[in-house]
Nanobody, 115 residues
């Protein structure tokens, strides 16, 4: 069983920055990719960024050039650096771990960007 714990969310003004962290613990093997998703009220959950086992990254068009995903394999932690934040980035952000054996989700961390 895998546990994912997100942290780093909060309230920030438009144009500001935040860094989210996702720490994984438990039985971690056969990782396919780790990603960050977000869900705003009344909207579907959407992929924000992901990083594969090989290190290749994918970003939603809306965050390209502003967000950056990275990982520290020694710490089993994935980060999402968010710069130039906009009010439309306001959402609950969830960490996702895809393994060969299945998919795990964190509990989410709220990001609120004020205008």
């Amino acid at each position: 069983q895998v546990q994912l714990v997100e942290s780093g969310g909060g309230l920030v003004q438009s144009g500001g920055s935040l860094r989210l962290s996702c720490a994984a613990s438990g039985i971690i093997f056969g990782v396919v990719a780790t990603g960050w998703y977000r869900q705003a009220p009344g909207k579907q959950r959407e992929l924000v960024a992901s990083i594969s086992r090989s290190g290749s990254t994918t970003y939603a068009d809306s965050v390209k050039g502003r967000f950056s995903i990275s990982r520290d394999s020694a710490k089993n932690t994935v980060y999402l650096q968010m710069n130039s934040l906009k009010p439309e980035d306001t959402a609950a952000y969830y960490c996702n771990l895809r393994q060969v054996s299945g998919t795990s989700w964190g509990q989410g961390t709220q990001v609120t960007v004020s205008s």
